[in-house]
């Protein structure tokens, strides 16, 4: 926990005297464990047999996490396995949630694991999707406009890297069910999202309208 905190203490002042369109690293633990759970879950839940977690990115998901401090969120992605408070999830899989990026409300952009290893954020997509978690979005601690605009910078970013065709917030996952990209086996597994919200994602969407991202199915 120490170089956990130190890590943390590091990059906040790092990021604190960076531009937003810097990213800094404090990754994750990404352990043997990790590792095989990730795999384990691409073979189970998308019947994907890989000899590493690597995605092919197709999309963006943003989120919010609903934790006040970049600490919390960060502690929450922090470890292997879920934690004893998700057992909604842990019936699923033992494998903790994450995402390859997570933005503080001052706008820093952090990330937490490499952008093509497999992050589970988002039902039935985490195969293709690269996930954008925003520290916040609760009533007393809405996301930032300068959260928003590192989201954009991110989203842009990505999409020079990577073939990106989508766009979309977690509220929308459930749209994809029957497209080409859902491959999630169990018809009873979902949960009801909310986040970021789609004023947010609409905005991120309208500055980066010249990107030409496919729209979200419509069921």
Known sequence: MK????????????????????????????????????????????????DTPEITPKMVVLHWTAIPSLKKSFEAFNRSTLPNWRPDLVNVSGLNVSSQFLVDQDGTIYRLMPETTMARHTIGLNHCAIGI???????GLPLTKKQLKANIFLVEYLA????????????????????????????????????????FVEKVRKATKKLNFKPVPTK
């Open 160 to 199: 020079s890297k990577y073939d990106i065709e989508y766009v979309i917030g977690h509220q929308e996952y459930t749209q994809f069910e029957g497209h080409e990209l859902w491959l999630e086996v169990d018809d009873g597994y979902r949960t009801t999202k909310t986040d970021p919200g789609m004023d």
């Open 3 to 50: 170089k956990i905190g130190f890590i943390l203490l590091f990059a906040t002042l790092l990021g604190s005297c960076a531009s937003k369109k810097e990213i800094v690293d404090i990754p994750i633990i990404f352990d043997e464990q990790r590792e095989e759970l990730t795999k384990e879950y691409l073979a189970t839940r998308y019947g994907l047999e890989q």
């Open 133 to 139: 978690e925003n520290v916040g979005g609760t009533e």
